[in-house]
T-cell receptor
Framework: QKEVEQNSGPLSVPEGAIASLNCTYSDRGSQSFFWYRQYSGKSPELIMSIYSNGDKEDGRFTAQLNKASQYVSLLIRDSQPSDSATYLCAVPNRDDKIIFGKGTRLHILP | DTGVSQDPRHKITKRGQNVTFRCDPISEHNRLYWYRQTLGQGPEFLTYFQNEAQLEKSRLLSDRFSAERPKGSFSTLEIQRTEQGDSAMYLC???????????????????FGEGSWLTVV
């Protein structure tokens, strides 16, 4: 089992709709979870972090964490064409080594 | 604060040549990470430093790869005798770790540079 798993997509979502991106992780002891956005040919940029079970909202973005199910998700409301990118889920291990998923390609349809 | 800086941004080299990448972390960041990313994959861990100490080197790296951070500030990643399979984007990231129990595992964020693209022909 891979440590951090994401559906590679592409996930196509109409403009204005909600995009839902999912990530599962294998280390039950994981404490912190990060979502990065990466445009083609660019480096990852931090979108959100979450540490506690439940939801965390920041503008159009909501991160959801369920540690019992080892599941973290990112919701993007009112999707815009500029949201088209690859979204990376990242989970640090106890040695502070950050493990990334393969990323989910999101395509917002105008 | 100028962010994480990487140089060169692009490098084209012939197979068998050596290449070196440099990373300057955010000022006062004591943690520095190197990742490699190929098309369609997430960043793959290579190595990381706490100040000048190299904490771990990925088993995926062959002996052709070496990284240093001699004074705990900038870092270099050298690839010797490059192969076509080394073509990738090499990412550097940094963070500030104030001490035990305060690193990324507990939520401390890492910040990426813009990456260095390597093409081996």
């Amino acid at each position: 089992q891979k440590e951090v798993e994401q559906n590679s997509g592409p996930l196509s979502v109409p403009e204005g709709a909600i995009a839902s991106l999912n990530c599962t992780y294998s280390d039950r002891g994981s404490q912190s979870f990060f979502w990065y956005r990466q445009y083609s040919g660019k480096s990852p940029e931090l979108i959100m972090s979450i540490y506690s079970n439940g939801d965390k909202e920041d503008g159009r973005f909501t991160a959801q964490l369920n540690k019992a199910s080892q599941y973290v998700s990112l919701l993007i409301r009112d999707s815009q064409p500029s949201d088209s990118a690859t979204y990376l889920c990242a989970v640090p291990n106890r040695d502070d080594k950050i493990i990334f998923g393969k990323g989910t390609r999101l395509h917002i349809l105008p | 604060d100028t962010g994480v800086s990487q140089d060169p941004r692009h490098k084209i080299t012939k197979r068998g040549q050596n290449v070196t990448f440099r990373c300057d972390p955010i000022s006062e960041h004591n943690r520095l990470y190197w990742y490699r990313q190929t098309l369609g994959q997430g960043p793959e861990f290579l190595t990381y430093f706490q100040n000048e100490a190299q904490l771990e080197k990925s088993r995926l790296l062959s002996d052709r790869f070496s990284a240093e951070r001699p004074k705990g500030s900038f870092s270099t990643l050298e690839i010797q005798r490059t192969e076509q399979g080394d073509s990738a984007m090499y990412l550097c990231a940094s963070s500030y770790d104030p001490g035990t129990g305060r690193g990324p595992f507990y939520g401390n964020t890492i910040y990426f540079g813009e990456g260095s693209w390597l093409t081996v022909v």
